[in-house]
């Protein structure tokens, strides 16, 4: 594919829930050297009217009209948004059209899914990306620079916590949705684990509780997952959607360690703890817009005709773990992995530097947390 002669993508954002109203939508405005909000789908009328008018998208349309406002040629990308479970049909329907894709993480629910996205994503000659923003957030990828240099000597040790009180009712206790707390927040872990080690994890073992709480009849509420990556280092997190706002990892190394707190948000600072001898270094983060640094690097790749970083295979990667986590947890015993071999892996070359984007109010879209 040559390279194109637009000087910026259009994109159509599927699915207006909470995370498309607060951080997809206002991400255009510090996208614009590259990026155009142009068309808005959701089954939601009301979301429509309102959203369409605060951003002037004229394009709009329920999920049944997504072949049609993809085959119209008026559009060049879509940002995926739908629940996990959704995200293959818009993928299907955007190849059809030789339109791009940025895709939601998880890529999609299962290992088989995630495949046959790429196999038609490929086929078409079109380009997929999966949304980790923080493979170009600040904090994360000094972090992965310091452990490259040597800071804290070799990382043997990967821990981490992600946990909040979720909404009952909300998408992610629904599992016909692809809901529960490992894929929805224990995917933030396992990414974070493999490229801070920068590695694959070769062997997983785990625990899943659901407990009595009528919000998780469906899902798991916390998963506890241990994996062994080559060279006897481990990887160990826990996820909850049961349990009081955290969002941390630290590194323990040869010869010191590195925490992050605030790890994975996207609205707050982060902390960053450095310790070497005993001596702690602290770095504060404030927030910025991370979503907009994946806009303008997809509609980069589509303009300069380059692979995506991180890519479907990226997505692919994360989801084949999370699988083999709830298999080990299932069988209550360790599960051995042929992990996807990736030859690209986030650096500080990513790094993109955005203002943080004002609060807004949303329509018929509340928090996922209580």
Same mark, same amino acid.
């Given at each position: ?21 607060? =951080?997809?939508? +206002? ?19 009301? &979301? ?9 998208? #004229? ?47 998880? !890529?999609?629910? *299962? ?9 038609? =994503?490929?086929?078409? &000659?079109? &380009? ?18 310091? !452990? ?44 974070? =684990? ?22 998780? *009849? ?19 997190? *826990? ?13 323990? @190394?040869? #010869? ?6 605030? %790890? ?18 602290? *770095? ?25 970083? +991180?890519? @479907? ?15 080990? %947890?299932?069988?209550?015993? &360790? $599960? =051995? ?12 070359? !990513? ?7 004002? #609060? $807004? ?8 947390? #209580?």
């Amino acid at each position: 594919m040559a390279k194109s002669s637009k000087s910026k993508i259009r994109y159509a954002v599927v699915g207006l829930g909470n995370i498309a109203q607060v =951080a997809v939508l +206002p991400a255009f405005e510090h996208a614009s050297e590259n990026s155009e909000l142009v068309g808005l789908l959701s089954s939601d009328p009301k &979301k429509l009217s309102v959203l369409s008018e605060r951003y002037s998208v #004229k394009i709009t349309g329920s999920y049944e009209d997504l072949d049609p406002i993809l085959a119209s040629g008026e559009v060049d990308a879509i940002y995926v948004a739908t629940p996990n479970s959704k995200h293959r049909i818009a993928v299907e329907s955007a190849a059809r059209a030789g339109v791009h894709v940025l895709c939601e993480k998880p !890529l999609a629910r *299962t290992t088989e899914d995630c495949r046959r996205m790429l196999w038609t =994503a490929a086929d078409a &000659k079109i &380009k997929l990306m999966t949304a980790y923003r923080l493979h170009f957030e600040q904090a994360n990828l000094r972090a992965i620079q310091r !452990l490259m240099e040597g800071e804290i000597g070799e990382p043997r040790i990967f821990s981490s916590v992600f946990s909040q009180q979720v909404r009952e009712g909300d998408i992610r206790t629904q599992a016909e949705l692809g809901g529960g707390a490992l894929f929805d927040m224990g995917i933030y872990c396992v990414n974070a =684990a493999r490229y801070l080690f920068q590695a694959e994890p070769i062997e997983v073992s785990a625990f899943r509780a659901q407990g009595t709480d009528p919000r998780f *009849t469906e899902t798991d509420e916390m998963t506890t997952a241990l994996l062994r990556f080559p060279g006897d280092r481990f990887a160990q997190f *826990t996820a909850s959607q049961g349990a009081a706002d955290v969002s941390e990892f630290r590194v323990i @190394g040869t #010869k010191g360690d590195l925490r992050l707190d605030g %790890a994975f948000g996207y609205h707050g600072k982060s902390h960053e703890f450095l310790t070497i001898d005993g001596k702690t270094e602290e *770095t504060t983060t404030a927030a910025h817009d991370q979503f907009a640094a994946e806009l303008v690097h997809f509609s980069q790749c589509i303009l300069e005709d380059r692979e995506p970083e +991180p890519s @479907g295979e990226e997505g692919l990667a994360d989801v084949q773990i999370l699988e083999a986590i709830v298999q080990a %947890a299932n069988l209550g015993r &360790k $599960v =051995a992995l042929t992990p996807v071999e990736r030859d690209q892996r986030p650096n500080q070359r !990513l790094e993109m530097r955005k203002p943080a984007t004002p #609060k $807004v109010e949303t329509v018929n879209a509340p928090s996922p947390s #209580k």
